[in-house]
């Protein structure tokens, strides 16, 4: 089965630091995995995400992430964090069959002036 | 335009009641979704249609109904509603079904329900 694990429940990081938030996830095959954003009150948007190919994936906001496979591990980062980046992150991942997609219970990021 | 557009925005209501959360896409996308996300803010996938199909049904109690007119709407009926339904729900849409060709979900703004 399926699954995402997002170790870290809170992140507060100052305004202009770097930021990683981590993901695990656990699946047989290449999985799809994903970056939503969830502002406050708002739907999620979509980060990023990889599929195949390029391992190290850029996406809107300044955002990357990289996928590795020897540590089932797609993390998120960005260089230097801006205030309007406080928000919720879910990390997801989806089957190549269609019929299964899952969301890690997410990263809630406060940032600090 | 909105791509994804639920209604109501928020719902109170009695334990007991029935209601329905309606959502519309108009972005031509063939899969819809429903997801509850809880106080914790965990976010759990419901239904996922597909051409009109049900294709992901995921343990949910059978007092929810999924319905799906054509490939622009899925509705949610919700019966006999408990306080443990309070949650928020959103729907979202994707060209195809979710992690099938990677396609990204476009998530409308949520329904607040709370259940007294």
């Known amino acids: 089965a399926q699954s995402v694990t997002q170790p870290d429940i809170h992140i507060t990081v100052s305004e202009g630091a770097s930021l990683e938030l981590r993901c695990n996830y656990s699946?047989?095959?290449?999985?799809?995995l994903f970056w939503y954003v969830q502002s406050p009150g708002q739907g999620l948007q979509l980060l990023l995400k990889?599929?195949?190919?390029?391992?190290l994936v850029q996406g809107i906001k300044g955002f990357e992430a990289e996928f590795k496979r020897s540590q089932s591990s797609f993390n998120l980062r960005k260089p230097s964090v801006h205030w309007s980046d406080a928000a919720e992150y879910f990390c997801a991942v989806g089957s190549n069959t269609g019929n299964q997609f899952y969301f890690g219970t997410g990263t809630s990021l406060t940032v600090i002036p | 335009d909105t791509a994804v557009s639920q209604t109501p925005k928020y719902l109170v209501t009695q334990m007991g009641n029935d209601k329905s959360i309606k959502c519309e896409q108009n972005?031509?996308?063939?899969?819809m979704y429903w997801y509850k996300q809880d106080s914790k803010k965990f976010l759990k996938i419901m239904f996922s249609?597909?051409?009109?199909?049900?294709?992901i049904n995921e343990t949910v109690p059978n007092r929810f109904s999924p319905k799906s007119p054509d490939k622009a709407h899925l509705n949610l009926h919700i019966n006999s509603l408990e306080l443990g339904d309070s949650a928020v729900y959103f729907c979202?849409?994707?060209?195809?079904?979710?992690?099938?060709?990677?396609?990204?979900?476009?998530f409308g703004p949520g329904t607040r329900l709370t259940v007294l």
């Open positions: 990889y599929f195949s190919g390029d391992t």
């Open positions: 699946y047989g095959a290449t999985p799809y």
């Open positions: 249609y597909n051409n009109k199909e049900l294709i």
């Open positions: 972005l031509g996308h063939d899969t």
């Open positions: 979202a849409s994707s060209q195809s079904p979710a992690g099938y060709n990677a396609d990204t979900q476009y």
